[in-house]
């Protein structure tokens, strides 16, 4: 039981670029989430899917989009990177939204 | 949208004595109210979590308190230790219909002078 799976856990981009963080949970939970970290300012949801089939946007999605592929798999795609979206990214899943959410073990990302 | 204050930004305690984080939170909508804990470098876990239809919870060392009137939570750690340190956020919710936002606070760290 590996719960919460990211990758990867770090990558440099230069701005302009393109790449997709992928997220799997073997938990069969149904909610699945992405925030970002940033020194000061707590966790921040980017999107959120409440079930298979759904996606929502949080409080900080311009940027960024996302695929909820199956029950498993939560992807977040980042079409134009830049500077800002400097970050560590954290994926989370829950059996619902008002239940622990177990978080992935992060990405550190670099846009220079 | 739920805006949710967090204070102390950091806090230091000496081992065994208690420590306290205070959350305010703006949606009385809101129902649920985790606290997670980051150690440094490491993901964030839930170590407790209450609901509105209670005003306290407590697991082992750990307490939450909830006074839904005044739109206000709070973290106790009793007998600290120094496995203690680590950054601690609150976060609020409502978990009815409707949109989606747990909502974190900016986060206090906490350490634990041995």
């Known amino acids: 039981n590996a719960g919460v799976t990211q990758t990867p856990k770090f990558q440099v981009l230069k701005t302009g670029q393109s790449m997709t963080l992928q997220c799997a949970q073997d938990?069969?939970?149904?909610?699945m989430y992405w925030y970002r970290q940033d020194p000061g300012m707590g966790l921040r949801l980017i999107y959120y899917?409440?079930?298979?089939?759904?996606?929502d946007k949080g409080e900080v999605p311009n940027g960024y989009n996302v695929s909820r592929l199956n029950k498993r798999e939560f992807s977040l795609r980042l079409e134009s990177a830049a500077p800002s979206q400097t970050s560590v990214y954290f994926c989370?899943?829950?059996?619902?939204?008002?239940?622990?959410?177990?978080f992935g073990q992060g990405t550190r990302l670099t846009v220079v | 949208g739920e805006n949710v204050e967090q204070h102390p930004s950091t806090l230091s305690v000496q081992e065994g004595d208690s420590a306290v984080i205070k959350c305010t939170y703006s949606?009385?909508?809101?129902?649920?109210f985790p606290w997670y804990k980051q150690e440094l470098g490491k993901r964030p876990q839930l170590i407790i979590d209450?609901?509105?239809?209670?005003g306290e919870k407590k697991d082992q060392r750990i307490a939450v308190t909830l006074n839904k009137t005044a739109k206000h939570f709070s973290l106790h750690i009793t007998e600290t230790q120094p496995e203690d340190s680590a950054v601690y956020f609150c976060?609020?919710?409502?978990?009815?219909?409707?949109?989606?936002?747990?909502?974190f606070g900016k986060g206090t760290k906490l350490s634990v002078i041995p």
């Open positions: 989370a899943s829950s059996v619902w939204r008002d239940t622990e959410a177990f």
């Open positions: 938990m069969n939970h149904n909610s």
């Open positions: 899917s409440a079930s298979e089939g759904t996606t």
């Open positions: 949606d009385s909508a809101s129902n649920y």
């Open positions: 209450i609901r509105s239809n209670v």
């Open positions: 976060a609020a919710t409502y978990s009815g219909a409707g949109s989606y936002q747990l909502t």
